[in-house]
């Protein structure tokens, strides 16, 4: 087949929801009020609306109706974003947010999208594909995002707030059924031990067939196979709050499966041991089923806050491990052994009054990896110890009831240690060659300037200068030096409550990064480089309109532009200035319907989706191959809830209803790619009391 199929299908159910959509827009009836958003990006309460930076928040009922069950779901929500599986892997995810992130999930890169898991950031994209059961809120920052957050955040920042424990007795259990027979669970437990202490527990499963076909025998290829617990303890104080935190997770799953483009039957689903040839690796050839993922992973943290008055008080303390054997294709059979581990700590101080408000913290954080690869012959391996420290503060002056100055600042000292070992036979002479111990470091003042005006109680404008830095480091098969990264945006933007039932917000960027890190391949193998100066640009809007009061639409569009502006001398071998940025869509558009109607004892919930995501690259080099045609993605959901004291909710729902096929990710080698899911359908049945 000649590149991955859209069916013609999905032009006229997408002309069909547009129009939908636009007659729901303009339907004249009384709507109800919207409801306030509440988001803590600036590390406090704030109303959505009156926070000067490009965020899209959603809440625990959002994440339900939506079907939100692990962080590629985010992908139908949020303009100018792409989240896939990193390429091969079982558990790595990538993220680019205005055309700017980070498919490398292997030690030697760190990512440009900061992801942070109740305050924790996730040093490694190995991982970080969340499983979304046991999730409060998720909020994503658009833009440099490094002035409050911790390092490497210089594209943007996905927050993600789990479930904590409350002085209220509840238990919930959810299960779900599906296609590729589909099992999984979750149970959360939540118990006051007294007026002041409560503990909370909460367990997932999650189970399915592979999507891939093994054409010689007729297997499924590509299984999930994961399960985790968390449980923490919450002390409400008179003076302090404490919260002390664990989570383990274990992912089997299969890793991701490729397909050849021009194989003889032109499925994406489908493919045989023919089209991917032996490599004795492991101690043996390898046959397609072989293949394997395990990855471990252990989290502690402990939080307490206190409040001074006006001032408060905030330390977060945390230790992560990860362990990830992983034997996939990525052209060719690869394998894998990492060990991760990472501290964290945080101090925070903070003052909010009437007249300015102000956050001052320091951060400090301790990284070590092991990584053994092998990868076409011989091995490698690599160990990298990173040690990093920032102090950093942000000032916002009310210079009356409707100009607000903000100013920040973060000094960051980075220091990391590289330990490069090469086997004689190792595949890459640049790695021969490299072999041995190098060590860098790197001091960045980050800052960022904000002049917001409340041009009325329901419009506020804004406009901001921010700077991002993101650490330099190593290529993990060539050992070449990685300089660092940084970036200066500038975003205008505007939030407005036009009526009760009707919200608007726009902003416009522009992104200037200069020695912007990629990964690509020469004739002598795989490696990392600085690639040069790009700019991006674009603009961004969320519409949110109440219809009814039954009925609610949320909107949003993205429009990205970008191209290279210089080429450093080793990524001349690599990209053309002409070329695209890979993984950067030009246009992203897409709503949520949602709809309740009381019925009987209980109420009707449905919730329709669309997605469109325009033609993207999935490497460096724009090969038509493997990239991405546009998608038209549909998800839908009916449920049912009923119930009093014990709340009771069914729903059967449908992910990529049109079944679209398109590449995920994509190799430009042996031109394979990884297919999105396709079509996926189920039951869900929960309790609560």
Known sequence: MNNVNVHSSSKGFKRLLLATAVSLACHNVIAQELE????????????????????????????????????????????NINIAKNTGAATGMKVFLRGIGEDESRAGADPAIGIYVDGVYIGRQTG??????????????????????????????????????????????????GNYDLASGYLMVNKALSDKLAAQVSLFTHNRDGFMTNKDNGD???????????????????????LLSADFSADNSEPGYPARVLDDDGDIFTTTQAEFPLTPLIGGDTELGDFFNSTYQRGF?????????????????????????????????????????????????SEANDSYEWVAGLYLYNEKIDQYSEFVSGYSRIFIDTNSAALFGQYTYHASEQLHLTGGLRYTWEEKDFTGIASPDYWSA?????????????RNLSWKAVV???????????????????SGGWSVDSFLAVEDETVVTYEVGMKSDLTKALRLNINGFFNDYTDLQVNGSTAVGFTRINAGDVETYGIEANLTYQITDDLLIDAYVGTLD????????????LIADDYDLKQAPPLTYGFNLSYFKEVGTGNIVANLQYAYTDKQ?????????????????????????????????????????????????????????????????????????
């Open 36 to 79: 306030k958003i509440t988001v803590t990006a600036q590390y406090k309460e704030e109303d959505l609306q009156s926070v000067p930076i490009a965020i899209t928040a959603l809440g625990e009922e959002d994440i339900e109706l939506r079907n939100m069950t692990n962080a590629l779901d985010i992908n139908e929500t949020v303009p």
């Open 128 to 177: 970080a594909l969340l499983d979304l059961a046991d999730i409060q809120s998720i909020e994503v920052l658009r833009g440099p995002q490094g002035t409050l957050y911790g390092r490497n955040s210089n594209g943007g920042a996905l927050r993600v707030t789990t479930r904590q424990p409350s002085l209220d007795d509840e238990v919930k259990l959810k299960l779900s059924a």
């Open 430 to 442: 640049l790695g021969r060659g490299n072999a041995g111990e190098q060590s860098n470091d790197w």
């Open 452 to 470: 917001a005006y409340d041009v009325s109680d329901d419009l506020m404008t804004y406009a901001s200068v921010t700077t991002g830095f993101k």
């Open 562 to 573: 970008g191209e290279y502006k210089s080429l450093t001398e080793e990524a001349q071998a």
């Open 617 to 689: 690259y999935n490497d460096l080099a724009n090969a038509e191959l493997i990239a991405r045609d546009e998608t038209n993605i549909v998800n839908a959901r009916l449920g049912y809830k009923w119930g009093g004291d014990i709340e009771y909710s069914i729903a059967a729902w449908a992910k990529n209803l049109l079944d679209e096929e398109y590449a995920a990710a994509g190799t430009a080698g042996n031109s394979s790619i990884y297919p999105g899911d396709p079509r996926t359908v189920g039951v869900d049945f929960s309790v609560t009391f």
């Open 220 to 242: 499924k290829l590509g299984k999930v196979d994961k399960e985790g617990a968390k449980i923490g303890v919450k002390y409400f104080g008179d003076v302090w709050d404490l």
């Open 301 to 349: 943290s402990f939080s307490a806050h206190r409040a001074f008055g006006d001032m408060e008080f905030d330390s977060l303390t945390s230790y992560r491990s990860l362990d990830n054997q992983l034997f996939s294709i990525i052209s060719l059979p690869y394998y894998q052994d990492l060990a991760q581990s990472q501290r964290t700590q945080e101090f925070r101080l």
